[in-house]
């Protein structure tokens, strides 16, 4: 190892690797690890991106899906920053808030990539348990005293669970106003209708609330890395001082454009997970495996990785160790295509029988 | 080989619905026993399990769109381990149209109303029903291989294909005949009557312009939903000079007036099953099986079905549903 790398290693000693996860031999719909779109972007999208291909030689040019993104949010674009990925919004924050003086406020188990950027920052971190798996929002609040940042996932991954609008509101009028509270919804568009915490109208009663989002899951586009931050005008302005110039590439505006033009096949993908969410937690339920009732793509059972692997990669399907995710002894299960499914289900049924025989 | 167990939806003929296990004797020389894997659910096995209509064994085991893989084929024609569809069509051999294809046969049945068919997970197939597909096809894809045969014939024989085009329905076969139009025309304006939520979200959601009925006038009507007055109703939205073609299968008695076929010169087309259009579906599917998943939206095991079966005699899946074996 030379000096630099040792170096280098020293300084990133407390970070973890992140672990993405795997595919398996099967095809593209076996892959239950990743919380992806097992249907894929809408035919209008695939279209877009064929046409666009030609014009890579350009620098990306991102005023018009911005103008578009904010009209669909009714914000103003000066409240909105597009990102490579929701990932970069944490790097950014942390880049731009974040030191080795920082206290930082995550649950337990949290979204790897918010310790990860707080950690390469230097910060200390603050770990509030999730408790029944669900959020401990008062547990947050007690400790927000002298954090920066506050992480705060909904839907909650690797849970599922949600907090109320109620319960935002809280959290964020009861935090120091110096204290930013990072609202992740990646997940936000599997939440059951009616269900869903009103929270872009905390905006601007809120300063000190950032709300993130991604493309990647209900919209279906993870490998072109397209998310958003919204948040107070005099903030998005410093992080966007701090983003890369031309960090959204031309084909991932191209396809977030075409996307948001025609979000009929969102809603339809997006029903259809939520149905098979539905079919999937009576079944455990019905069968008596423990499971973190979840408002996201995917539900979090109590059964070893090992063995749930057992049975499910022999068909070519992956899904998540709970180890990978701070849940030591569950399994992440993204809920996928609907035959995918009907495997998952008829395997999880044959373990369970064989283990109480 | 010795004698193999099948665990399938049995149908008696009092109309009762069990899973029962039958054993299934060794292929002789021109058959081939398939493990099958996946099976479709289609509008005529609803039909049967509703009725017991063309059924001519009891109990029966429905089922007409299957794949599976090649188990034992003592003639050889098939290499053990092959993935294969099974083309569901049973012509008597003898006729004059049984020369041409099965399709034209005087007495056609279909696998699962006269000999046992794919809601089990083994059976007997004669080697030349069944399609070999690419050893690396998504099986649970190529389930759609038979009707998206039938959706290939549809359009076929609609000929040339117009800018414009109206199809009623868009459950599986609507669906499937919207996919092919869109691949061989992706110019095209494809409009959709449709009155199911889900369905008219799914037409959507995949480009096609969903309109409410007498929208206007088309060079190419495609009955894809076969409900009581679709037949005149697509003589209503033809243009003169244009084309009906009937895919869906009516079973009301229709009263139509021939007076509007006359002076329209409407060119009226039947389009039953399919001819040679299997192995097309095949390679269509294997090339690109995410240009079809989207069709099947609902899927479950045996035992699943068999308490989702009364469900779906009254209410539709959106799209088509798939059992896994």
Known sequence: MSMISERAAHR??????????????????????????VLGPGPAVISAISHASRGISSYPTESAFLNQLAQSLQITPEQLLISNGSDEICFLIAQTLLDSSSIVVVSDPAYQIDATVSLIAGSDIRRVPIVNGVHDVEAMIASAHGASVIWFPNPHNPTGTIATSTQIRKLISSVPEDCLVVLDEAYRDYISPGFEPDVLSLLDEF?????????????ALAGVRLGYAMGDPSLIAQLRRVRAPFSVNALALVAGSAALGRPAWKDMTVARIRAGRELFENFLTEIGVEFLPSQANFVTVRIQHEHINSVLAPLGISTRPGDDLGLPGWTRITIGWAPTMALVRQAIHNLVRNNNN | MSVA???GLNLSQDLQRSIAVREVADPTAGFARVRLHWAGVCGSDLHVLRTGDWVSYWPAVLGHEGVGVVESCPGGELEIGTPVVVDSRVGC???????????????????????????????????????????DIDMCTAVLAEPLAVALHAVALSGALPEHILILGFGPIGALVYSELRRQQPSAQIFVEEIHPDRIQLATAVGAHVVSPDSGLYPLVIDAAGYPGSFQHSLDAVNVGGTVTLVGIGHTTEIIRPQQIVEKSVQIHGSHGFTDELPDAVCLISESPEQYRWVISDAWSLDEF????????????????????
Request: include cysteine.
């Open chain 1, 12 to 37: 990133m000693r407390s970070v973890p690797t992140y672990k993405p996860g795997r595919a398996l031999a099967g095809h593209a719909t076996s892959k239950l690890s990743a919380n992806e779109s």
């Open chain 1, 207 to 219: 300063p000190n609330l950032l709300i993130q989002r991604t493309l990647s899951k209900s919209w």
């Open chain 2, 5 to 7: 167990q099948s665990s």
């Open chain 2, 93 to 135: 051999g003898q006729c004059s149209g049984c020369q041409t294809s099965p399709m034209l046969c005087d007495s056609l049945q279909w696998v699962g109303e006269v000999s046992p068919g794919t809601f089990q997970n083994v059976a007997n197939f004669p080697v030349g029903s069944l399609v070999a597909c690419p050893a």
């Open chain 2, 306 to 325: 068999l308490g989702e079966v009364s469900n779906m005699l009254t209410q539709p899946t959106v799209g088509k549903a798939v059992l896994s074996l």
